[in-house]
């Protein structure tokens, strides 16, 4: 069978098992590139039934689950974080400033308080207080069945005896009990963390609770219990366990301290006989200077003294002490007279005795010199005697008093001096004592006042420590429930109407492209053979040529006929339209009037 591909002078023999393979030829790159938006369609079009039915098929699977697909309710709660305690006070065993920078944000506060509600550890306290029991309960028809399900398998029915791993779990030194309890607490764990949502506002200091669930009551006792366990949760966060207890005996030990140093000090002061080193410090220096400034005038003053007593001495001793008051001459001697008559007789004596001694005995130049000695002593005394009477020199009697009563200052102030400057010694010797001692003084003080400082932190930390631990018994958390779970029996989901619309959808997309997969939308004026529609004497005869192995060449026509047939084939080009039927076996090609 002789074919001619539109466009071209080239022929092509296509043998019987093409033709009855309804064969077209594969699509080129070029046929694809020449598909239009109207062979598409026409594909789809020639696909309707099956797009309609695949349409309704998923369509139809799509309502199905969402009949079956249980609501969902929800409930929500809202917390508040304050600025309490946890931010301003701290930990008792720190130092703590009671004040808190207004400068920074809270943000990072509020949402490691989001955290935390998200954990692990207040899911497990959630389901403590909920029970695992009441979580893990089947409450729609698929966790029912999967319950019975699974019960079947793990009854003793003869249909699964023959599966393995029937057996009870265990893990370690845990019984089957134990594994099975534990499996269903992290179902319960799993349940409620799924079911838990936290939303932390931005620039904000609430926290937003939701839960979504199947079961309305639910939901809402396990965000209430979520609120309700962070509460105490937060308080554990910020408590100190063991602070209370440790700053009782720091205090105590702290007190004991403090006394033993204060007294110590006490005693120390006492021996050294020192009140206060400030003070007595203070009084020394001003005793000091006094006792120097008294030395100073007394120094002055005896020299002063000195000098006005030297100066009356020189006047007394240039002054006569006595002064003649009154002179009586030509009175009579009877001294001198009785002893010229006495001396007469003792001449006479001698005399006798001179006369019998001769000049060169001893005894006569004894007795001549004694008389001599007597006749001088009697010429001595006057025949007449002169009367005179005396008085103390008032000049002198006034300079000797005045010398007297400045040499008695003078003492005195000496006196002074000496004992103003023992004391100036003294005093000083106590201030070099005072300095000496000042530094153990000091040292105990010191001691004395870090002791007490010391008792006074830990009893101030005692204080808080105990203040912080009654609040906790009382659960006095920084963050507060300004909304309890709410118990909505709206539904909240699925949205079937929605849903069901989407699968409708699907359904279509998935109808339409199976169409499109199925009939290729490629332009068959490009990709296939026209084959026009011939009778069945012409169909006859060309399988008969077949079957004798001829074949129909270009240069067996002749270039008349080849001419007349390509104009022929021309025209029906330009009249008909040709389309597949694939499948159809042989004349796969039929030509329609344009």
């Given at each position: 069978m002789?074919?001619?591909?539109?466009?071209?002078?080239?022929?092509?023999?296509?043998?019987?098992?093409?033709?009855?393979?309804?064969?077209?030829?594969?699509?080129?790159?070029?046929?694809?590139?020449?598909?239009?938006?109207?062979?598409?369609m026409?594909?789809?079009?020639?696909?309707?039934?099956?797009?309609?039915?695949?349409?309704?098929?998923?369509?139809?699977?799509?309502?199905?689950?969402?009949?079956?697909?249980?609501?969902?309710?929800?409930?929500?709660?809202?917390?508040?974080?304050?600025?309490?305690?946890?931010?301003?006070?701290?930990?008792?065993t720190?130092?703590?400033?009671?004040?808190?920078?207004?400068?920074?944000?809270?943000?990072?506060?509020?949402?490691?308080?989001?955290?935390?509600?998200s954990?692990?550890?207040?899911?497990?306290?959630?389901?403590?207080?909920?029970?695992?029991?009441?979580?893990?309960?089947?409450?729609?028809?698929?966790?029912?069945?999967?319950?019975?399900?699974?019960?079947?398998?793990?009854?003793?029915?003869?249909?699964?005896?023959?599966?393995?791993?029937?057996?009870?779990?265990?893990?370690?030194?845990?019984?089957?009990?134990q594994y099975?309890?534990?499996?269903?607490?992290?179902r319960?764990?799993?349940?409620?963390?799924?079911?838990?949502?936290?939303?932390?506002?931005?620039?904000?200091?609430?926290?937003?609770?939701?839960?979504?669930?199947?079961?309305?009551?639910?939901?809402?006792?396990?965000?209430?219990?979520?609120?309700?366990?962070f509460?105490?949760?937060?308080?554990?966060?910020?408590?100190?366990?063991?602070?209370?207890?440790?700053?009782?005996?720091?205090?105590?030990?702290?007190?004991?301290?403090?006394?033993?140093a204060?007294?110590?000090?006490?005693?120390?002061?006492?021996?050294?006989g020192?009140?206060?080193?400030?003070?007595?410090?203070?009084?020394?220096?001003?005793r000091?200077?006094d006792?120097?400034?008294?030395?100073?005038?007394?120094?002055?003053?005896?020299?002063e003294?000195?000098?006005?007593?030297?100066?009356?001495?020189?006047?007394?001793?240039?002054?006569?002490?006595?002064?003649?008051?009154?002179?009586?001459?030509?009175?009579a001697?009877?001294?001198?007279?009785?002893?010229?008559?006495?001396?007469?007789?003792?001449?006479?004596?001698?005399?006798?005795?001179?006369?019998?001694?001769?000049?060169?005995?001893?005894?006569?130049?004894?007795?001549?010199?004694?008389?001599?000695?007597?006749?001088?002593?009697a010429?001595?005394?006057?025949?007449?005697?002169?009367?005179?009477?005396?008085?103390?020199?008032?000049?002198?009697?006034?300079?000797?008093?005045?010398?007297?009563?400045?040499?008695?200052?003078?003492?005195?102030?000496?006196?002074?001096?000496?004992?103003?400057?023992?004391?100036?010694?003294?005093?000083?010797?106590?201030?070099?004592?005072?300095?000496?001692?000042?530094?153990?003084?000091?040292?105990l003080?010191?001691?004395?006042?870090?002791?007490?400082?010391?008792?006074?932190?830990?009893a101030?930390?005692?204080?808080?420590?105990?203040?912080?631990?009654?609040?906790?018994?009382?659960?006095?958390?920084?963050?507060?429930?300004?909304?309890?779970?709410?118990?909505?029996?709206?539904?909240?989901?699925?949205?079937?109407?929605l849903?069901?619309v989407?699968?409708?959808?699907?359904?279509?997309?998935l109808?339409?492209?199976?169409?499109?997969?199925?009939?290729?939308?490629?332009?068959?004026?490009?990709?296939?053979?026209?084959?026009?529609?011939?009778?069945?004497?012409?169909?006859?005869?060309?399988?008969?040529?077949?079957?004798?192995?001829?074949?129909?060449?270009?240069?067996?026509?002749?270039?008349n006929?080849?001419?007349?047939?390509?104009?022929?084939?021309?025209?029906?080009?330009?009249?008909?339209?040709?389309?597949?039927?694939?499948?159809?076996?042989?004349?796969?090609?039929?030509?329609?009037?344009?």
């Amino acid at each position: 069978m002789k074919r001619t591909k539109s466009g071209s002078g080239a022929t092509r023999s296509l043998s019987k098992s093409e033709q009855s393979a309804g064969w077209n030829g594969p699509p080129t790159a070029e046929s694809w590139a020449m598909v239009t938006p109207g062979d598409v369609m026409r594909s789809i079009g020639r696909r309707l039934p099956s797009v309609f039915f695949t349409t309704l098929l998923v369509t139809v699977a799509v309502v199905a689950l969402l009949i079956v697909w249980p609501n969902q309710y929800r409930s929500e709660g809202l917390m508040y974080v304050r600025l309490g305690r946890g931010a301003m006070g701290g930990d008792p065993t720190t130092k703590t400033a009671n004040s808190v920078s207004m400068q920074e944000s809270r943000t990072a506060e509020v949402v490691s308080i989001g955290e935390m509600i998200s954990s692990r550890e207040i899911a497990e306290r959630t389901v403590d207080r909920v029970g695992i029991e009441k979580i893990n309960q089947p409450r729609n028809w698929f966790e029912k069945a999967m319950e019975d399900g699974k019960s079947f398998l793990e009854s003793d029915h003869q249909l699964v005896r023959w599966i393995p791993g029937r057996e009870p779990k265990t893990v370690g030194e845990m019984t089957a009990e134990q594994y099975a309890a534990q499996i269903d607490r992290e179902r319960a764990i799993k349940a409620v963390t799924k079911a838990i949502d936290v939303q932390v506002a931005k620039n904000g200091y609430t926290v937003a609770v939701s839960g979504k669930e199947d079961d309305p009551l639910l939901v809402q006792e396990i965000v209430q219990a979520v609120m309700d366990e962070f509460g105490s949760y937060h308080v554990e966060a910020h408590q100190v366990k063991g602070s209370e207890s440790f700053f009782d005996v720091q205090a105590s030990e702290s007190r004991k301290i403090a006394i033993a140093a204060r007294r110590k000090l006490q005693e120390t002061r006492n021996e050294m006989g020192w009140i206060s080193t400030q003070s007595a410090e203070r009084t020394l220096s001003e005793r000091i200077i006094d006792l120097e400034m008294k030395l100073s005038t007394a120094d002055s003053e005896l020299a002063e003294a000195i000098s006005q007593a030297d100066e009356l001495r020189r006047q007394l001793e240039a002054t006569e002490q006595w002064v003649p008051v009154e002179v009586t001459l030509g009175i009579a001697n009877a001294a001198g007279d009785q002893m010229r008559s006495q001396l007469y007789d003792v001449q006479i004596q001698d005399g006798d005795e001179l006369a019998r001694l001769s000049p060169s005995h001893p005894r006569y130049k004894r007795i001549k010199e004694k008389m001599m000695q007597s006749e001088k002593l009697a010429g001595s005394e006057r025949e007449e005697r002169q009367q005179t009477r005396e008085a103390i020199n008032p000049v002198y009697q006034d300079l000797e008093t005045q010398f007297q009563t400045v040499r008695a200052k003078a003492v005195g102030l000496e006196s002074r001096r000496d004992a103003l400057a023992e004391r100036l010694l003294a005093t000083q010797q106590d201030l070099r004592r005072l300095n000496d001692d000042v530094t153990t003084l000091s040292q105990l003080a010191w001691e004395a006042e870090l002791a007490e400082e010391t008792f006074r932190d830990h009893a101030r930390s005692l204080e808080e420590a105990r203040v912080n631990t009654e609040l906790d018994k009382k659960q006095m958390s920084d963050v507060s429930v300004i909304q309890k779970a709410s118990l909505n029996l709206k539904k909240s989901g699925p949205k079937r109407g929605l849903l069901a619309v989407v699968g409708a959808m699907l359904g279509l997309s998935l109808g339409l492209l199976q169409a499109i997969l199925r009939d290729s939308p490629v332009d068959p004026r490009s990709s296939r053979i026209d084959m026009p529609i011939r009778d069945p004497l012409e169909s006859d005869a060309d399988a008969a040529l077949d079957e004798d192995g001829s074949t129909s060449s270009a240069n067996e026509i002749d270039s008349n006929e080849a001419a007349t047939a390509e104009g022929n084939d021309d025209r029906e080009h330009a009249n008909q339209q040709v389309v597949s039927l694939p499948g159809s076996g042989t004349g796969s090609s039929v030509s329609l009037p344009r």
